[in-house]
């Protein structure tokens, strides 16, 4: 007997692909069978995913990615080339093989980008001394800048944030933010003169 375009002999128990059959559903936009699939095999893609990636933020974080391809690429699943654990399962090893890669890639680069700055030539002392002067002379501006005004460029330029993060930050509204900074680097560039 062929059953789903897998040959099942006569007298044995018919295959059951949970899993598949959920997917199917999926396709179809079911989102109850998308929560019945995720309560079903999301423990076991962040095991195998966790194994890979050992570090737990990651891996909770593939998951999502995992189960967001699902929803997305369930209409690619095939029942008659395997069962849709082993489908699911195989997105989440290489979800977890890409990051890995990733951070390898990220990591080479950047040993890449500190070995060509060690291999170039350090400054003069000139150089060093006037580097020196100016970031005391930017120090002294900024400290003759209001609190709120030196608050928020400090966190801008040396703390890399955005103005829509220095508004969480700071807890002013992002007009107040982008104000202060607006203000702030005037007074700075007239100080600087």
Known sequence: MVIDGIDVPEGEPVPVDTAGDLILRVA???????????????????????????????SEEVLQE?????????????????????????IAHRRAIDRVRSAQ??????????????????????????????SERIGGALRRLPDAQREVITLAYYGGYSQSEIAVLTGSPLGTVKTRM???LTRLRKEMR
């Open 28 to 58: 179809r936009g079911d989102r109850n069978a998308f929560a019945e699939l995720y309560g079903m095999l999301s423990p076991r893609a962040f095991g195998l995913i966790l194994r890979i990636l050992v570090d737990r933020a990651q």
């Open 66 to 90: 995992v189960f967001l391809e699902v929803w997305q690429s369930a209409s690619r699943f095939t029942p008659k080339r395997g069962q849709g654990r082993s489908w699911l399962l195989t």
């Open 105 to 134: 890639a990220g990591s080479d680069r950047d040993r890449r980008a500190g070995l060509r700055d060690l291999a170039s030539a350090p400054a003069s002392v000139d150089e060093q001394v006037e580097l020196k002067v100016e």
């Open 182 to 184: 607006r203000d702030g």
